[in-house]
């Protein structure tokens, strides 16, 4: 073994043997296969928490199930994310002084392709450094030449059978963008914005205003050009006897009718809600109820159109918004305007404000194919875990509404349809195919559409387009439906949903039988992550290690000019809680830390600490292992040591245990409780295996029994380190080619060695309970140790009173162990009166140190005292600080965490030296 464990030493080396190895690989000849999909991340994106997150937990199931002999497959892939991607190539030729509109479609395409073959990858090889072990062999893009095929065929296959269809609906619009959004694409943030009031007079029969007003309230004025109706309620007695007639509407001097309808809350508001059919979500169903005219006042770039009076045509939305305003004034119309805060939609790339738009747009009638999906989840055939999130599924399909895959882009897969000069429609697999289908002749001139597909439209295609499919291949035959789903809860509807639909329709089964979805990845407050916020992690940084000012820098990149006081935010929670920048901790502790955290659906503060802890459990294992391997250098491998028969307590106890840890283990990875599976193996590895086990090796590795005990130890830890493997891939491959040759073993790596079977005949309840004895015992005699402040070095003689005929059996066959574990020079069985010492009870039984001559009882009083003096003043500064009102509401949260966390510390302390104060009073007295 290598001297001292260092991650990145290892790491590197390891991930190269094991790919040129071929170890990722599906292993063909096995009987059983287990899939699983990786979600496919943007080629343009770059490796964040919540892919480290949900790529150690795949890893783990891919690297278990392996480990169990069966033929796995984890598909890896990346998505091309048109709007991501487009903008990426778009800002390129800006800085070159060029767009893509003087570039060309072809061009700008060409453009794409070549940075993709440059820079695509970024993420690709960043799930490398993570340990993931994917068959990178079947790396798949959803604009390669095989899903590109699969996605027309099912385009064209769906719109000839009239589930797939072109018409005008409402959309989220994108002015900067100039495309269609889905709702994902889309962030509601909460913004400082104002209410205004304006009154709409009410008309005669004639059409004339009256003096009779409704009062109106909204949030973007612009939109009165657009209004087609006023909805008032048809109970709301205030109004009820209006409708019917109209009101004239300001600025555009038209008649639009007041309507009755339950989108008019009488508790809301002024009661009256203007309706704008072309420019809101919930106007545009009261439009439909009510068939009003659907009247788009803008263009695609958020300017007003010629649909509106002309003073506003051409005028940017917000400035067309202050001219309606200034207008409403003029007229005596506007009542009042108030602050208001709102919701307000904003492109996630672009940041812009989005508009809701009437738009011609493909849509697939996911009514239609929700109807088996529902049913899929409904009779068990798909699970989901935790079960409790079938009922968001539920509640979105079951109200699902037409899906709108065209994006008005040029990066993606171009919608396969084709226009004559009549705007009459062709679909077809390509141009010559929809001449052949239709009988068109070569002089009809076709245009085809310049859309693009949804980047969801390909992605829900991925766990049968990804094998291959139309071909009826050996791996679709194989792998499909996979077996598990792992993703994230803010997906289900736009991408779990739509997999399970497009399954069931082209596959005629379901894409996977379970569905494990798992929390978001909040920094140690429990705060979303973002770059706004200034609180992302970089998981290459916890692996790697960095300094302050380099993660300064990264993470006030941008917001420098126009954010100053964020920037200076952003510096000091950082420097608070990184003052000495991050330092490197490697992929396993990292790994290991996801995985404690890893419990089903509920989202994880991800701390520090914890990766320090599991830090300090790789130098525990790394340190045991080297104590181990120091221990049995003379050993030769003999095939008897390895039998069931363990002469000693100590080793039935030990693989006693190890059988209750496989049983555990095995039970939480069928769960998916990652977070029980780490407890189980860092509970028996550090405190049954090292801290226990190790000792008592100690006095038998000098015995008669030394053989068998180095096998034991040897054997214990190729298990551990087996079971550990699929959480730390990196620190156990390193320790595991040592053992392996101790132990004669022929599997070349241990990725690809078998997982520990639980086996019922090796669990020994009365060596558990006699080496518990033990442990309890000797930990008695060091609670005395602590509490007395004798050095753990210090040999002792202990008196035992007050014993049974187990506690006499267990000393007199457990006398060496006893005094090595515990540091014992004598153990007496004592008859008759107590001697002043001080006592750790056992059951019944008393375990006595006499103090007479270990220690000064006066001088260690003394010291007490000068302890229990220091912690007073503690407590009372934290007290005091913590009384301060103000450093209680303006100190950062974190702060005031630790000065309470410090104050229990001191107060826990200082009951813990009284009670040794008491003690050592009643001994002095004795």
Not at 522 to 541: A, C, F, H, I, T
């Amino acid at each position: 073994m290598i001297d001292k464990y260092q991650p990145a030493e290892i790491e590197n080396k390891w991930y190269q043997y094991w790919e040129k190895q071929g170890y990722f690989k599906a292993n063909t000849t096995a009987e059983d296969s287990y899939c699983i999909m990786i979600p496919p991340p943007n080629v343009t994106g770059t490796l964040h928490m919540g892919h480290a997150f949900q790529d150690t937990i795949m890893d783990a199931l891919i690297r278990y199930h392996r480990m169990q002999g069966k033929n796995t497959l984890w598909q890896p892939g990346t998505d091309h994310a048109g709007i991501a991607t487009q903008m990426v190539i778009e800002r390129q030729l800006d800085a070159q002084g060029t767009n893509r509109l003087e570039l060309g479609r072809d061009a700008f395409i060409e453009k794409v392709w070549e940075w993709k073959e440059q820079s695509g990858n970024t993420i690709i090889n960043q799930l490398r450094r993570m340990g993931t072990s994917p068959d990178w062999s079947r790396l798949r893009f959803t604009m390669d030449e095989g899903l590109s095929a699969a996605v027309l065929k099912v385009f064209v296959e769906l719109y000839d059978e009239g589930l797939i269809y072109r018409g005008q609906r409402l959309v989220n619009w994108d002015p900067s963008l100039n495309t269609a959004l889905s709702d994902l694409e889309v962030d509601s943030i909460e913004e400082n914005g104002h209410m205004w009031y304006f009154n709409y007079p009410v008309a005669d029969e004639y059409g004339q205003a009256t003096d009779q007003f409704l009062t109106i309230a909204t949030t973007r004025p612009e939109t009165l050009l657009g209004d087609t109706a006023v909805a008032v309620n048809s109970e709301d007695n205030r109004f009820k006897h209006l409708i019917g007639r109209k009101v004239l509407l300001p600025i555009c001097e038209r008649l639009i009718p007041i309507i009755g309808d339950e989108h008019a809350d009488p508790e809301k508001g002024t009661g009256c809600v203007k309706i704008t059919p072309a420019h809101d979500f919930n106007d545009y169903e009261v439009g439909r109820r009510h068939d009003l005219p659907m009247l788009n006042i803008m263009n695609f770039d958020a300017t007003i159109n010629k649909n509106a009076p002309e003073p506003y045509q051409g005028l940017p939305r917000y400035d067309a918004r202050k001219a309606v305003v200034t207008e409403m004034e003029r007229l005596g119309l506007l009542v009042e305007i108030k602050a208001h805060s709102l919701m307000v939609p904003r492109g996630d790339r672009s940041g812009d404000v989005i508009e809701p738009m009437l738009t011609n747009q493909w849509y697939v009638d996911a009514k239609t194919l929700s109807k088996p999906a529902i049913k899929a989840v409904d009779n068990g055939t798909i699970k989901f875990v935790p079960d409790n999130w079938k009922n968001t599924y539920y509640a979105w399909m079951n109200d699902i509404q037409d899906w709108c895959i065209s994006r008005q882009l040029w990066w993606g897969h171009r919608i396969p349809a084709w226009y004559d000069e009549n705007d009459n429609i062709y679909v077809g697999i390509n141009e010559a195919e929809v001449r052949k289908k239709h009988c068109l002749s070569n002089n009809i001139e076709l245009r085809q559409d310049s859309d693009v597909l949804d980047t969801w439209f390909s992605s829900a295609l991925w766990p049968f387009a990804t094998l291959d499919w139309p071909e009826q291949t050996k791996e679709l035959a194989t792998y499909y439906p996979t077996n598990v789903l792992v993703t994230g809860f803010d997906i289900i509807f736009f991408w779990v949903a739509r997999m399970i639909m497009m399954g069931i329709k082209f596959m005629d089964d379901v894409p996977f039988k379970e569905v494990y979805i798992h929390g978001l990845v909040r920094d140690s407050q429990g705060q979303k992550m973002s770059k706004s916020k200034g609180n992302v992690l970089d998981p290459l940084d916890v692996i790697d290690g960095i300094s302050l000012e380099a993660l300064l820098k990264k993470r006030t990149q941008g917001l420098m000019q126009d954010q100053p006081k964020k920037v200076e935010q952003i510096k000091k929670a950082t420097t608070a809680e990184f003052p000495d920048g991050i330092k490197a901790y490697g992929c396993d502790a990292m790994r290991f830390t996801f995985a404690s955290l890893a419990s089903t659906g509920r989202d994880i503060n991800f701390d520090m600490g914890r990766v320090e802890g599991y830090s300090n459990f790789c130098n525990k294992i790394f340190n045991a292992s080297r104590f181990v391997m120091m221990n049995t250098e003379d050993y030769v491998f003999n095939e008897i040591h390895g039998g069931i028969n363990h002469t000693t307590t100590v080793e039935q106890w030990i693989i006693s245990r190890l059988q209750h840890c496989i049983n555990n283990y095995h039970k939480h990875m069928k769960d998916y409780r990652l977070d029980l599976v780490s407890m189980d193996i860092y509970d028996f590895f550090w405190n049954e295996y090292c801290d226990w086990f190790l000792e008592f090796s100690k006095p038998l590795l000098k015995s008669e029994h030394k053989a068998q005990i180095q096998h034991t130890l040897l054997y214990v830890l190729d298990q551990a380190l087996r079971l550990l493997h699929p959480l730390m891939p990196f620190i156990t491959e390193e320790i595991w080619q040592s053992v392996k040759n101790k132990l004669a073993l022929t599997t070349d790596s241990v990725m690809i060695s078998s997982l520990p079977k639980y086996s019922e005949t090796l669990i020994n309840t009365r060596a558990e309970t006699e080496i518990q004895w033990i442990k309890n015992f000797t930990l008695g005699v060091r609670q005395i140790r602590g509490e007395m402040n004798i050095a753990p070095s210090k040999t002792l003689s202990v008196l035992i009173t007050n014993y049974n005929d187990h506690d006499k059996q267990y000393l007199n066959t457990q006398q060496t162990m006893l005094k090595t574990v515990a540091r014992l020079s004598n153990i007496q069985l004592l008859e008759g009166d107590e001697p002043p010492a001080a006592t750790a009870l056992l059951g019944d039984m008393k375990i006595l140190i006499p103090l007479a001559g270990l220690i000064d009882v006066t001088e260690e009083m003394r010291r007490i005292n000068k302890q229990i003096n220091k912690v007073k003043q503690e407590i009372k500064r934290a007290e005091g600080k913590l009384a301060n009102k103000k450093f209680v509401t303006k100190a950062p949260s974190h702060l005031v965490d630790i000065e309470k966390n410090k104050l229990t510390q001191n107060q826990k302390a200082l009951a813990e030296f009284n009670e040794q104060l008491k003690k050592l009073e009643s001994l002095s007295q004795g």
